[in-house]
């Protein structure tokens, strides 16, 4: 009972979480352009989420007379739902799950995140949206495997897929120094996975109606909307605890997230969108080749580790 309320108490500030990461993310882009924010719905803004949730969980839905009607009403459902689940590995050790193997579920899940957007363009029965969900899915398969490459380099080095032993081990120093490129790329792949600007090929907001989701309105809209920024902030969270290690219980940790939170935004604002054809190129030439030697030197390292230990052993 006491897991379930405490499960129920952090989805519920996550939902609000998001409803605020809106807010600041309009109020950031508004500065950016020199222009104001929201600022009108509460003390400075601060009731323009809810009215926000308000118009579009009360707008009219119009029901497709074509398209694969169960499939197409429920994938948005699912996608809300995975994108939660990632929360439920927070490592807290009090009331809260503690996966020991965390991490591993993490991946499970970020992969199957993919067939919302994939069934989602698909079931709508829509040229536009079936072309926005394979350029959505193209995409992510390309930086998954970099993204996935980069946490298994973590997890050889740690040996260990328990989240709460990540703080032990950058205790005295954090993994992003001696792991530098592989924390900027590692980056760089969260904002393809999360299909913000630059990567933004999923919606392509400039210049197209919309992507996957061009069919979806009201009610069905905004749980895309809420997926897509509850990955964005868990994945914040998990760029700061795996490669900016700090005490969980501190408020240092948490500004290190809200630092990045900001870096989405900021990014948003000031890059313009990479080409189709460069961004395939980035991940397969580039981001690809960097992530595998990496990873053949983290293993070669730990062997050479090993065998020194048990050749002192044998001494």
Known sequence: MCMSVSI????????????????????VLGYIQFRKGPNSVGILGLLQPFSDALKLFSKEYFFLGFG?????????????????????VYPMPLNFMNFVLGL???????????????ISGW???????????MRSIAQSISYEVC??????????YVEDFNLMNYF?????????????????IFFSCCLAETNRSPYDFSEGESELVSGFNVEYSSFMFSLFFLSEYSNMLFLSFFMTLIFFGSNLFSFVFYFKVMGFVYLFIWIRGTFP???????????????????MNFFLYFISMKIFLYF?????MNN
């Open 68 to 88: 694969n009607y169960f499939i197409y009403y429920f994938i948005p459902i699912v996608g809300l739902t995975v994108s939660l689940l990632f929360w439920l």
């Open 123 to 133: 079931s709508s029965n829509s040229i536009y949206s079936l072309l926005g969900s």
């Open 8 to 27: 129920l108490f952090e989805l519920i500030i996550i939902l609000l979480g998001v409803a605020f990461f809106t807010l600041f993310e309009r109020k």
């Open 104 to 118: 591993l579920f993490f991946l499970c899940c970020s992969g199957v995140g993919v067939y919302s957007i994939m």
């Open 168 to 184: 032990s081990f950058q205790e005295y120093i954090w993994f992003f120094f001696f792991c530098y490129p592989l924390a900027l």
């Open 308 to 312: 020194i230990f048990f050749s002192n």
């Open 147 to 156: 993204f996935f490459l980069i946490i298994l380099c973590l997890v050889v």
């Open 273 to 291: 969108r990479y080409r189709y054809d460069k961004l395939m190129y980035l991940s397969w030439k580039c981001y690809l080749p960097v992530s």
